[in-house]
Nanobody, 121 residues
């Protein structure tokens, strides 16, 4: 059973930064492309960013391109998301999951508890 534990969220002012972390256990982390998704109140969960298993290729939603950076440490079974130049519209609960790169959709059926990011204007 895979376990995903996200952390690092918080309350920041517009223009601020945060670094999110997600530790994965129960699966061979280094075998999977990993990604981040977010869900804002009243909205569907959406893709944010993804990273190939070897960190060679990255993918970003247009709304975060140039502001967010995804990275991973396969030795620590951890994927990160650096959030810079945050805007109120980035307010959401952020989740990590393995990613099907063909569709930018989640691979694992289970999700972690997520980490709340709130950006004030």
């Amino acid at each position: 059973q895979v376990q995903l534990v996200e952390s690092g969220g918080g309350l920041v002012q517009a223009g601020g930064s945060l670094r999110l972390s997600c530790v994965v256990s129960g699966r061979a982390f280094s075998s999977f492309s990993m990604g981040w998704f977010r869900q804002a109140p009243g909205k569907e969960r959406e893709f944010v960013a993804a990273l190939s298993w070897n960190s060679v290729t990255t993918y970003y939603a247009d709304s975060v391109k140039g502001r967010f950076t995804i990275s991973r440490d396969n030795g620590k079974d951890t994927v990160y998301l650096q959030l810079n130049s945050l805007q109120p519209e980035d307010t959401a609960v952020y989740y990590c999951n393995a990613v099907k790169l063909a569709t930018m959709s989640s691979l694992f059926n289970s999700w972690g508890q997520g980490t709340q990011v709130t950006v004030s204007s």
